[in-house]
């Protein structure tokens, strides 16, 4: 049914020695606030400066449209951008569940490349690590169900297998955890970041649009 899991014997990863993952969570948002802060500032430059320098430059519809459009065009680099890096400050909910979305496959595969130096013994991946919580609850469900008292015993100590693997897992689940609620963070920066230069590349061709247009008025 289940077996116990091996003891370590001190061959697992060195957590306790190690900072949490968490740790890492404030800087990442600190980095996200300074992007936050920059495109704000150029927002507030392009609307609180650009409709000043164009009063009294532009003659006609057209140039007005001309201008407006590159004016939006630089807002909505602002405004991308800023809708973007603020993704980074939301709450993120991890879970188990959370471990088979696309941004964690990365993390995944880093680990089950090499189980051994994230779980030890413990497990051989990280469906495997997450399996012995399931496990349990199925012999525990077995257990109650079943009306012969010799085998509801043999299920009880299969029972206190699973429970001590669950035990013995649980301080890795937590780890394993931790470090997916910071690499989705991560990769929310990271493309945050992107979307950041994208924004930039609008914000360059409309403030250049309304400079022109502007400038030869």
Excluded: K
């Excluded at 000043?52 to 909505?76: D, K």
């Excluded at 015993?153 to 997916?180: I, K, T, Y």
């Excluded at 493309?191 to 309304?210: D, K, M, N, P, Q």
């Amino acid at each position: 049914m289940t077996t116990a899991a091996p003891d370590d014997n001190g061959t697992g990863p060195p957590f306790d020695a190690l900072p949490s993952p968490l740790e890492a969570v404030p800087d990442l948002r600190a980095a996200a606030r300074w992007m936050l802060a920059a495109f704000g500032a150029v927002g507030a430059t392009l609307i609180g400066g650009g409709p000043l320098v164009a009063v009294g430059r532009i003659h006609g519809v057209a140039e007005a449209l001309c201008a407006g459009v590159s004016l939006l065009v630089a807002l909505t680099g602002v405004s991308v951008a800023i809708w973007q890096v603020s993704r980074v400050l939301e709450p993120q909910i991890t879970t188990p569940a959370t471990l088979d979305t696309p941004a964690l496959r990365s993390l995944r595969e880093m680990i089950d490349r090499a189980p051994a130096d994230f779980f030890g013994t413990a497990a051989t991946s990280v469906n495997d690590l997450l399996s012995h919580r399931a496990v349990a609850v199925n012999i525990y469900r077995a257990m109650l169900s079943e009306s012969d008292p010799r085998r509801r015993e043999v299920w009880r100590r299969h029972l206190e297998r699973a429970r001590a693997n669950v035990a013995r897992a649980a301080p890795l689940e937590r780890w394993l955890l931790s470090m997916a609620h910071v690499w989705q963070i991560q990769v929310a920066l990271h493309r945050a970041r992107r979307w950041c230069l994208a924004g930039v590349a609008l914000v360059t061709v409309g403030s250049v649009g309304f400079l022109v247009i502007t400038g030869n008025s």
